[in-house]
């Protein structure tokens, strides 16, 4: 069984730029969920798509969105990059939602410069 | 608002010692889970184990246990006999049942080096 794939793994983007993360959950998952980790703040919760619909979202800025697909794929997008965008961007995913356990993958790491 | 609060940010042990990290939260729900995940350096989180907050036994397995108590709000881990292998960084976390979906808080984690 696949697990949750993000692509891509490591990109390097500058300032003012535009970025899009993609995440294939596990076959079957509903839910996919996003998470930022920095050094500084730690892992936090960007937002929750359930059946294509946002189910809760972090307290981030509107230059942070995302949508997922009829087929559970989601994508997230950061807009007009800062440098304090630099992170490893989590995507994790589940069959329901509402305190689920979550498969993780292995994160994309973006580089603000 | 939830809180998770990982006091210690990093153990050094010797290989076969046992080792506890804390875990301590804050929530005003009456309905939540609690979890452990570990992130070894290939970045991705690895579920350990999820409790809600009905059930307070302890659990173990294998060389984990972990030890939740309401009274402290804490949910305690121990690995008993460390091995290099269990070096990682390991993240407590909270989510609660209150239309907040699978929204995990996490805890600022124990990175746990194990030496041989």
């Known amino acids: 069984k696949a697990g949750v794939t993000q692509t891509p793994r490591y990109l390097i983007k500058t300032r003012g730029q535009q970025v899009t993360l993609s995440c294939s959950p596990i076959?079957?998952?509903?839910?996919v969920s996003w998470y930022q980790q920095t050094p500084g703040q730690g892992l936090q919760f960007l937002f929750e798509?359930?059946?294509?619909?946002?189910?809760n979202k972090g307290n981030f800025p509107g230059r942070f969105s995302g949508r997922q697909f009829s087929n559970s794929r989601s994508e997230m997008n950061v807009s007009t990059l800062e440098l304090g965008d630099s992170a490893l961007y989590l995507c994790?995913?589940?069959?329901?939602?509402?305190?689920?356990?979550?498969?993780f993958g292995a994160g994309s790491r973006l580089t603000v410069l | 608002a939830q809180k998770v609060t990982q006091a210690q940010t990093e153990i050094s042990v010797v290989e076969k010692e046992d080792v506890t990290l804390d875990c301590v939260y804050e929530t005003r729900d009456t309905t939540y889970y609690l979890f452990w995940y570990k992130q070894p350096p290939s970045g991705e989180l690895v579920f350990l184990i999820r409790?809600?907050?009905?059930?307070?036994q302890n659990e173990i397995s294998g060389r984990y246990s972990w030890n939740f108590q309401k009274s402290t709000s804490s949910f305690n881990f121990t690995i008993t006999a460390s091995q290099v292998v269990d070096s990682a960084v390991y993240f407590c976390a909270l989510s609660v049942l209150n239309n907040a979906g699978n929204m995990l808080t996490f805890g600022g984690g124990t990175r746990l080096m194990v030496k041989p």
């Open positions: 994790a995913s589940s069959y329901n939602s509402g305190a689920n356990v979550l498969t």
């Open positions: 409790r809600n907050s009905f059930d307070e």
């Open positions: 798509y359930f059946s294509e619909t946002q189910r």
């Open positions: 076959s079957g998952h509903r839910s």
